[in-house]
């Protein structure tokens, strides 16, 4: 990792600032970079905030929280990120949104620099076919909460380097994360496994098999799961699972990846969950 001082990161959402918190708290220089800078103002104060809460609980000194922060410079220019040597892009989960980032990251940064993309679904040998460096492109899906969760996907595309993989993965264990490669198929492994559940559930509560609270406390002390499939439905958004779904419907072909229909009503009426304060609970 000698080579690899400064980070990069695209979207100061609940992705973007989750990994710059990481990289940061890792001992990384990191640029954060949004085209909104009110988007960015909130995820600067975000991952003051959840520093706060490593220190409160004793996982980091006052003074490791003031030099991660130094750490990290915010800047709406993604001109900025030419001095990264390893860029991550959280933006929305959208295709031609995260292409035409990666074509402009393409143009921008080194040619032998690394570009990730923290996508949860979208292909990732679709996008690098894209760039002028499909060798060097490369999934990374953290999990959310990023600065909680151990793990990192891995996501490999068909034109993806042993090198591109194996600096990749040492980068995701220098940030304290567990990597694992997978392979590049719609949804990968996580969603694909989790979201047909999450969908099940939702089937559930449309065809009145139980509550929202009965589904969830069944699976919380049935099947030892921390947290329920609709209370984690909540916590990711509604949106993007109905995005992942059609993703899996339409990358795989399969009926049953079909997201349930009270999915897209809740959705249509803007009930996303935690950011919206509405989901299948209220917030």
């Known amino acids: 990792m000698e080579k690899i001082k400064t980070i990069g990161v695209v979207g100061s959402g609940t992705m973007g600032n989750g990994i710059a918190h ?9 640029i954060l970079a949004d085209v909104n800078q009110d988007a960015l103002s ?28 130094s750490r990290i410079a915010g800047t709406p220019d993604i001109v900025r990120l030419s001095e990264s040597d390893f860029v991550i892009e959280a933006i929305i989960e959208d295709f031609e949104a ?9 143009r921008t940064v080194r040619p032998d620099v690394v570009l990730a993309s923290n ?18 492109t490369i999934g990374m899906h953290f999990m959310n909460p990023v600065p909680v969760m151990g793990l990192v ?16 993965k040492r980068l995701a264990e ?21 979201m047909p559940m999450i969908n099940e559930a939702i089937f559930c509560v449309m065809e009145g098999v139980g509550s929202p609270e009965a589904i969830d406390t069944v699976m ?3 099947m030892n799961h921390p947290l329920g499939p609709l209370a984690l439905a909540d916590l990711i958004g509604l949106d993007i699972c109905l995005n992942i779904l059609e993703v899996l419907q339409e990358g795989l072909g399969d009926p049953k990846y079909r997201p349930c229909p009270l ?9 996303l969950g935690r950011k919206s304060g509405r989901g299948f609970y209220q917030y």
Not at 122 to 136: C, E, G, L, N
Not at 263 to 271: E, H, P, Y
């Open 153 to 168: 996907e891995v996501v490999r595309g068909l034109a993806t380097s042993d090198e591109t993989c194996q600096v990749t």
């Open 98 to 106: 995260k292409t035409q980032l990666l074509q402009s990251l393409d």
């Open 174 to 194: 220098s940030f304290g994360k567990t990597p694992v490669e997978v392979a590049d198929f719609p949804g990968f492994v996580s969603n694909r496994v989790l």
């Open 22 to 30: 990481v990289a940061a708290r890792a001992g990384y220089r990191v």
């Open 220 to 222: 919380k002390l049935g």
């Open 42 to 69: 909130r995820g600067l104060e975000t991952i003051s905030r959840n520093l706060d809460r490593e220190v409160a609980k004793n996982k980091l000194s006052i003074s490791d929280k003031s030099e991660a922060i």
């Open 263 to 271: 999915l897209r009503k809740m959705v249509d009426a803007g009930q």
């Open 119 to 136: 996508t949860s679904s979208i292909s990732i040998t679709k996008m690098a076919s894209k760039t002028q460096r499909p060798d060097r």
